[in-house]
């Protein structure tokens, strides 16, 4: 069973960029068939879909966060990441890595990783 | 963007209850739609897809129903282990979007 764990700062400064990456054993990423996605959710509030990569690099974001949004995939690590731009106090959220199926079933998550934007 | 809404957005429930969560989307979705079960401090869980189909290793005591714009989700003997937030999800088309959830607690 495929695993996901990420991982990266848990304190950005406002204006900076926010990078986690997200590991995934038990599988890879390059034999195909699944996306790897990012969700958030603000403390104490729903879930938000950033957007998701397939293993040959294609890409869609969340249109209310893609002028921001990089994801992108190290295949010889079986990592993929996110990047997101110019962050303020609205980004404080735990950020999750997700796979999907070819459906775009969600099949399973990370754990999360709380991020918290602040000076 | 595709609105899902969910009622009640809490309730209360004993142990062995027969509980129903009911989730809305602003357009027709087919059943292009998924159950999330979320504890405190975890990461969601996948409950059901197609909005009726198990995911492996979810008990059957969780059932999903519905087609279009209008389904619900229900567990038919509550459990201490069932007390959680559940979110529906459409992801019939981009991007997807999460219902605001249903927390469900201890009467």
């Known amino acids: 069973q495929v695993q996901l764990q990420e991982s990266g700062p848990g304190l950005v400064k406002p204006s900076q960029t926010l990078s986690l990456t997200c590991t995934v054993s038990?599988?890879?990423?390059?034999?195909?068939?699944?996306?790897w996605s990012w969700i958030r959710q603000h403390p104490g509030k729903g879930l938000e879909w950033i957007g998701y990569i397939y293993y040959s690099g294609s890409t869609y974001y969340n249109p209310s966060l893609k002028s921001r949004v990089t994801i992108s995939v190290d295949t010889s690590k079986n990592q993929f990441s996110l990047k997101l731009s110019s962050v303020t106090a609205a980004d404080t959220a735990v950020y999750y890595c997700?796979?999907?199926?070819?459906?775009?079933?969600?099949?399973?998550w990370g754990q999360g990783t709380l991020v918290t934007v602040s000076s | 963007d595709i609105q899902m809404t969910q009622s009640p957005s809490s309730l209360s429930a004993s142990v062995g209850d027969r509980v129903t969560i009911t989730c809305r989307a602003s357009?027709?979705?087919?059943?292009?739609l998924a159950w999330f079960q979320q504890k405190p401090g975890k990461a969601p869980k996948s409950l059901i897809y197609a909005a009726s189909s198990l995911q492996s290793g979810v008990p059957s005591k969780f059932s999903g129903s519905g087609s279009g714009t209008d389904f619900t989700l229900t567990i038919s003997s509550l459990q201490p282990e069932d007390f959680a937030t559940y979110y529906c999800?459409?992801?019939?088309?981009?991007?997807?979007?999460f219902g605001p959830g249903t927390k469900v607690d201890i009467k």
């Open positions: 038990g599988g890879s990423i390059s034999s195909g068939g699944y996306y």
């Open positions: 357009q027709g979705i087919s059943n292009y």
């Open positions: 997700a796979i999907l199926d070819t459906a775009m079933v969600t099949l399973d």
């Open positions: 999800q459409q992801y019939n088309s981009y991007p997807l979007t």
